[in-house]
């Protein structure tokens, strides 16, 4: 090859490059062109975005030119020859004569000289070597290059955060303001809790409003060529929406708060956006919940009921309805169910103990009612009532209060004795000493007064005294009424000092008048000593309790961590210590001595000593760990301390040997109630089993009213539900809140125009007598009369659905026993209407006629079903006697054994509890199994079980009463271990009050729906096996 | 335990010291006589120790050995002590060359005999008790003895002609202004019957306390109470307690010669004298100081006589013994006192009332009372005894329905300055309902009525009890009604002149009617059963005339301030 073919291709491959080279800078720097043109565009004009035809098309099309170009410029170097052309091209000195010295070389020239040609050949070789590599560039294309590069590096540091905005928020130009979306719908749904249905709306921009919680859906068919479709939503960034092929696009949203959005539409010809659509949210109003009426805020007595009555409205209705009880360190909250059917406006009426809300020991305590709305969404709105306080009154004062009246009292009475026995009556009538006699009359007449108001007081101060029982209450009654009777008496004697005629039926009335007296004053005397004795056993009880709850303490101190537990048993100790002290006090001061008097100081200071040394011991004990210890050093403490009250009892009785006497009896008098109750129920039973017995070898033995008469029945009982419905809808009505206010507001009013003066002397009078009504009826409201009404109103309501059941089950035997428990509710309440309703009220609730009415109305019904027992009861005597049965004698003997135990009781009690209430109803319970036993005699089952059954139940009462009396207070034991529901735990064990289980399930019936229950079965006449069966079940339930 | 064992042990050694003849070898005028073997000694002690060997330890062993060496002149000396001669008693102990704790202790039991007690103290300081623990007896002799000497050495002294009163300062120092005439009257007349001279000047104790007199008397405080043993002859002294720590008092002069009486029928016997006879011509004689014609018995113990010879229910003289202050009951001492008078009044009747001198001087001469009997009387005991019955049945003892049976005393612990108005007993209560309400009026100060509620009580026929009669009685005072008063108490108590609560309602009644003598009378009366009644000098000084009295007057207050001061106890034995 020649030297020239070599230059050239070398010269031709240096060429290449430069072209590749070149090309590419140019392509780079055209491409860095465009991009930078492109950002700042972006940059500057608002509505220009970026977007990926912009960001790849362009570039794209660019580097295909340019690689075009490339290969052209390559193809054109494709030979030497054209290197040649191309470097003669650029070199115009070296024109045509490398393509000659090529001619030449490829012998195409005409020149045959070779060595010329060879000359010609090399020289234009060494030429070419000579020549300058490349082309001249006409452009500096590496600096353009370099600065597109620049420029777009910085374009993209400086503003990348717009150029990306730019990108992924292309800004689109909407023109039209006012664009209208006619094809389409709203449709509102409205939560669930206000249960209001959905509704649909024509898509007409506006204003709309739905609660929170809304579904809202918006339904847009789209307008020819629109291609999109965004939505803005309180001015933020428009969102596209997805659209559907048949250009239909849904959104639907919660509304939670107020919205205003708008849709904005990108159309070729038609783009724009739409007017705003508001939607507000309507408020959901949370509960209100308002008291109506409630027990007097301030004091209130520990046994006294707390009743409040409150009223709650909600807009979609209450979820739940609590009582918060809250006191010092506590709080509790009671659940009050709602009624399923009227949860947006009802009213509560609630009642409760205060042993229910287990306060711990408090002296003060505030409840309010809160209620729950139903919203979920931005709920639950809670609505609360105002707040009542209340603070407890100390029982104990209550009770030193009482008694201190009663010792009053006592005072009073044995002064009138004094001056009766003081009157001295000669034997014939003399002036001056019937004067002196006549003036201690008035003495007695003034005695016996203030003994009648002593004994009102006490009265009155029953119900809000703890431990006084009703028992207590009857005998102050009959006291009451034995005074009255001999005040009376001695008002009849008055005349009888001015007539010497009447001498002799002075001094007649006289001695009566002493003997009265003397009962009178005795009676008292026992009583007193009875409530001294009660509050000795009670205390005594409750001290007892105290030491087996720090016993327990100890016995469940496995869980406890050891500083908590020294901490509370700290606390409990010196608690029973103080109690045990103050307990001895109170005992010295029931007997008139000072402590001194009372025990052997000594002897008391040493006792005191040692139960400190030994509290001692056992917190000594407990740090250690040494829980044996502990329960032994504590089963010694108590014993010392059971020996102190024993002496202590001891001390009382040397002291009293009537008080000891009465301990005693009253000991066994609770054993005797005990027995009775157990034998009067097998006897019960046993009667039950006989009629039963009887009933089934008659083969049946129910009574069936005509059809007629149980039409009858039915439509009677309607009637009767109807109209005491009424009745207490009438009285629900009342608001005393509002209606004491109304009533005070006329009452100022009234005074206005008495202190005003100048009006007729008739006007006055009516003034006086309006006043004097609006007096009655404050204090008929402020004395709970509306309460108790209500609560007849209730009681009956009750009785009276139970009894359209029994009916409509055709149990005739238990709709005569509920309907005779109707009849003493209805005149309950007939009562109370028409002792407390005062005259201003009369007319509104007609309480009396309502119960008046029923009443006539029931005894229809009474009489039929009286009639029906009758007819039973006949036949299954006449039965009995036709089979010589014998069983009713042996069970009417076992019926006067238990007569005899009760006489045998009262005789060798009759010293210390004669004429005490104790006493009275031991004798009404005598009564009752008397008549049972009569009846039993005279082979009358049913009538035997209806007294049998009264006799349980007055064996119930006064055995309840009794312990009553004998229990600690109601809330001092909760002190013992703060907040612990010892009260609850103590009355479930009380086998009166104790729940059911039914086997086999998880119910529990409480005592008086399961007795209900059992007897309707047992009474049932049914098929052998089956009944076999079914009693068996029922044994099983009565053995619990 | 093993101190019991141990105690029992002793117990058998000295029953059998004193039944081998150390009883009898204690009587100085007659040689012990003997009637075991001499030889039988040594053996039985031989075997003795070899029987405790194994259970007593050396120290115990050889105080146990000591006092079974000395059993003999132990014996000696204790009865000498019991038989009231503490000047034989010395000499024997002089002799007897007893250990030392031993030696010590009677001395000083010696000293406590002869009243001086710094002495006696003195010696029992000395003494290890440990030593004495041997014999339980000797062991608790001595605590009570040591225990009375250091109380009793810081007691005040009052001497009269043939007495030596001791007594603790303070409101007890009333009694000085009494008790020294009766005694003097007491030894007189007792000085005739008994042909009794004093050797030694006769001690007299006034007890504070109970607790002293138990001290004193080895008597519990039950067993004081149930058989009203208030006065003691013991140690060879007469001992009384207080009659103001006596619920009512008591009467204590009769008392005090009671015991005066059995003072000198243990000196006049050597202690030979059986229960029955001590304690039957004690009571026979303790009213006739002052009253020779009293009734022997009184209703009290004729009644309880009547009721045993109704039932036919004597006493042996065996179930006497060993006390009657250990009887069980009350009604059991009362018979058995009954019992015992009733033998002495036969005795003095049969013979006269020389018989008992007789009998009491012969008695130490005597194996029994048997022999002595027989020779005086010709007749054995048990003859006697049943001839005592037959005569007993003739006498037409009645039963006194309206005296209560005797309850026994009850012990104070603090002073009782008067008898206030008790809770009553049920048994008693005839008429509660008008008794409580009689109360209610007089708490309320309504006395006429309340005095009409108590009457009410009252069953015709029955006396009053005594109860609602102090309510009564008060009522009547707050009255003003002096004549019912007396009347009332003269129809309702018996026992007058032991009832110190009556005599001085009976003394204020009189003085209201101005009847100053009688007043002064029952005053001084009530004196006699319970001097510490301040109210009783407040009366008495009203009866006497300031200017005519002065002396009187003077003497009253005296007394009155007396009763006021506390009683200065001795800080040992504060109780």
Known sequence: MHQLHQSLSRYGRRLMLARVWRTTLQWLASVGAYYALYFLTALTVKSFSINWPGLLYVPIALTVVFAAVGLYRLWQLRNRREVARRLEALHPAMALRIRSALDFLEGKSDESDGQMQQAYTNDVAADVDQLPHGEPARRPWAAYGGAAVLVNTLLIVLFSGALIDKFYNPSISFGQTHLDLSEGSITIFE????????????LKPGSFSAYPGSRVRFMIDLPEGARRLFLEKDGEKPTELPM??????????VLVQDTALKFLVDDAQNGGQTQPYQLKVKQDHIPEVVLRSHTPEGLLNVLDPLIAEVEIKDDFGVKMLEAVVTWEGGEKRIPISVPLERKN?????????????????????????????????????IGRSRELTYELESPERKYDEFMEIARRLLDTMTHTLGDNLDTNLPPRPEEVALREAKILGQSIQQGLYRGSELTNLLITKVRETPNITRLDQNFLYKYRNNISKASRMRAEMDPFYNHYSAFERLEQNHRLEETRLEGLTYELLLQLKIWAVLELERQNNELEQNLDQLQQLLDNSENMDQQELMKMFEKLMNDVLKEFQEMMEKAAQQMDMSMEEFMNMDAANFQQDQMQELKKKIMEALKAGDMDKAKRLMEQMR??????????????????????????????????LRELKTQQEKLEGDTQAL??????KMGGNQAQPSQQQQAEHKKIMENIHKKISELYNRLVDFNTEDLLQELDTQRVDLER????????????????????????????????????????????????????????????????????????????????????????????????????????????????????????????????????????????????DLQEMIQKFQEQAQESLEGSPLFQKLGDIERAMRSAQGKLNNSQLEGAVQYEQDTLQKIGELMEQLQQAQQPTPNSPMPMMGGMPMQRERMQGDPLIKDFYIPDSQKKASRDEMKDAIRKQLQKNLPDAYGKEIRKYYEKLMDQ | MKNSWINNFILCIAVFGFCTGAVGSALADEPPAKTEDASAVPNRREAFEAALKSVLDEEQRKALQAAFDHSESIGEVLTLLRALRPDEATR?????????????????WIFHQLGNYDKAHEFFGQVDKAALEVDGYLANRYDELSKTAAALKDFDVFETSNFSIRYQDGPDKVLLAFLPDILEQVYREYARIFQFNRGEKIIVEVMPDYQLFSYASALT??????????????????????????????????????????????????????????????????????????????????????????????????????????LPTAELATQAYAQTASMVDYLCQTKSEDIIYQIAVDLPHKEDIDSVLAALLGVKFTTFEQNWKAWARTRNYRVHNEINPFEGVTLLDEDASSEGIAEIDRENDKGRKHTRLGDLLLERNRYQAALREYQKTVVAGEKIHRQILLRMLRCLRHLNRPRDTIELIEQNVIALHEDATMLVHLGRAHLALDEKAAAAANLRAATRVNPFYPEIFRLLMQTYSADENKAEVQKIERLLETLNKKPVENKETKT
């Not at chain 1, 559907?244 to 949203?253: K, Y």
């Not at chain 1, 009785?653 to 000991?667: A, F, H, L, N, Y």
Request: with cysteine; proline share 5%; hydrophobic share 35%.
């Open chain 1, 639 to 672: 014993q010392q301390m059971q020996g102190a009250m024993n002496s202590m009892q001891q001390a009382m009785g040397e002291m009293s040997p009537e008080m000891r006497e009465m301990m005693q009896q009253m000991r066994e008098f609770m054993g005797l």
């Open chain 2, 221 to 326: 405080k039950d067993q004081i109470e149930t058989t009203g043993t208030i006065a003691l002859c013991v140690e060879n002294r007469l001992v009384m307690m207080t009659p103001r720590r006596v619920a009512r008092g008591y009467y204590w002069p009769d008392v005090i010669a009671h015991e005066y009486v059995h003072y000198i029928l243990t000196k006049h016997s050597r202690d030979k004298a059986p229960l029955w006879f001590q304690e039957g011509v004690a009571k026979y004689f303790e009213s006739k100081w002052e009253r020779p014609d009293a009734d022997p018995l009184g209703a009290l113990l004729e009644t309880s006589l009547a009721n045993a010879i109704e039932a036919d229910r004597f006493l042996t003289v065996e179930q006497m013994m060993p006390s009657f202050a250990a």
């Open chain 1, 191 to 202: 939560p669930e809790y206000t249960q209001i249905p959905g509704r649909t709306l024509p």
């Open chain 1, 345 to 381: 406006h009802f009213i509560a009426r609630n009642q409760w103990y205060l042993s229910d809300l287990d306060l711990d020991k408090t002296p003060s305590f505030s409840i309010y009612f809160e209620a729950r709305d139903n919203n979920p969404i931005n709920g639950p709105g």
């Open chain 1, 691 to 696: 009629r039963r017995d009887m009933d089934g």
């Open chain 1, 244 to 253: 559907t092929e048949t250009n239909q696009v849904a959104h639907e949203f």
């Open chain 1, 753 to 896: 125009q008495l202190e005003q003066g100048g009006i007729p002397e008739r006007r006055e009078h009516a003034i006086r007598q309006e006043m004097r009504v609006l007096h009655q009826t404050t204090k008929f409201i402020e004395q709970n009369g509306l309460d108790r009404l209500q609560n007849a109103t209730l009681r009956s309501l009750e009785q009276t659905e139970k009894m359209q059941e029994y009916l409509d089950q055709g149990e005739l035997m238990l709709s005569l026993e509920t309907g005779l428990k109707l009849d003493s509710f209805l005149s309950r309440g007939e009562n109370v209407a028409h002792r407390s309703v005062p005259e201003g009220m009369k007319d509104d609730p007609k309480a009396r006629e309502t119960f008046s009415e029923s009443r006539n109305e029931l005894m229809e019904i009474l009489d039929s079903l009286r009639g029906l027992r009758n007819q039973m009861e006949r036949k299954r005597r006449n039965f009995m006697q036709q089979s010589g049965e014998q069983g009713q004698e042996q069970l009417a003997q076992r019926q006067a």
């Open chain 2, 92 to 108: 024997a102990l002089e002799q007897a060359d007893l250990p030392k704790d031993f030696d010590l202790f009677f001395q000083g």
